[in-house]
């Protein structure tokens, strides 16, 4: 390859001289000598045999080979400037994708306006977000899929490293309507009547969620839940839950943000004593991450700190 005879370094010099006209100004520019420029070029003549500038009067006119040299390598040596600096950064920009995993409605309430902050700071960030529950995060973890995720306190593969980050309080909620229901049925809330009598949308078969928050608020043993759906989302729970079907366990902050959006919820009263479901940031532990994924984790940790 003719590629492999020539001293790259020769094209960035040329390049210069060629937008300069002038291998003093390139000299200032690369720092280097005014005669080792004009060596340089006289090198890269001899190397391609053909002649890039016409010395006429003390000037440099470029030739026909040159103006089409320049031409061509011009877009090339940004292209491998730009490609050079996004993975070094050594112009102090981040650049580049940060896959990230999360839960829907963590990721929709509370960490995709983290991201637009981060986001406005550096522009030439993206953002790869794979909306999924634990258990598959942790594969999209190990597999390289995403740098980093959100998960609740499912057990991770022990290559996975994890930090908490958030508390999130669950709320057990119903429609206004489903509640006033109750009540004219004669149920009086907070007794475990009361709750027997109620339909449930679950997270998952066994109903630990529900019966976790029942346990704390409200106890008296085993419970019989009538279940009439499972979906394993918040987004689907809350579906079920404003359209009347039942009672079924939110994340406050989506609680919170339906109520903000104009539906009528009824939230149960835990008299101060709250349930909550620990998240923790995960990664595995020995992965190298680039500037702008690892200024993405700093970044959203300490902004649950605040």
């Known amino acids: ?161 994890t930090q908490k980050v958030y508390d999130e309080v669950l709320k057990m909620c119903c429609s206004q309507e489903y509640f006033k229901a109750l009540v004219k049925k004669g149920h009086t809330e907070g007794s475990k009547d009361f709750y027997e009598n109620c339909q449930y949308i679950s997270y998952e078969k066994g109903e630990p969620i529900l019966r976790r928050w029942l346990q704390q608020h409200v106890r008296g043993g085993q419970y019989n839940l009538n279940v009439r759906a499972y979906v394993a989302d918040a987004l689907g729970i809350s579906r079920f839950i404003i359209n009347g079907l039942g009672l079924g366990v939110l994340p406050g902050h989506h609680a919170d943000k339906l109520i903000e959006q104009g539906y009528k919820l009824h939230i149960f009263d835990t008299k101060g004593k709250e349930s909550k479901n620990t998240i923790s940031m995960a990664a595995v532990g020995n992965r190298s991450h680039s500037a702008a994924v690892q200024s993405a984790i700093d970044f959203l940790t300490q902004s649950f700190q605040k």
Not at 8 to 25: A, D, G, K
Not at 26 to 37: C, K, P, R, V, Y
Not at 116 to 133: C, G
């Open 1 to 161: 390859m003719l590629l492999d005879q020539i001293n790259l370094n020769y094209l960035r010099i040329f390049e210069s001289v060629y937008r300069t006209r002038s291998m003093t100004q390139a000299a200032q520019e690369l720092h280097l000598t005014q005669s080792g420029i004009s060596q340089h070029i006289k090198s890269l003549e001899d190397s391609l045999e053909v002649k890039l500038f016409d010395r006429i009067k003390q000037k440099l006119i470029p030739t026909a080979e040159g103006r089409k040299l320049y031409d061509d390598i011009s877009p090339q040596l940004k292209g491998l400037e730009s490609a050079l600096l996004s993975v070094t950064a050594k112009d102090h920009l981040l650049r580049g994708e940060v896959n990230i995993g999360v839960p829907e409605v963590f990721g929709l309430n509370m960490i995709i306006p983290k991201l637009v902050q981060f986001a406005n700071m550096h522009p030439e960030v993206r953002f790869n977000l794979h909306f999924d529950l634990a258990h598959s995060l942790n594969g999209l973890l190990l597999n390289g899929v995403v740098d980093f995720a959100f998960v609740d306190d499912f057990t991770m593969d022990s290559q996975i490293k």
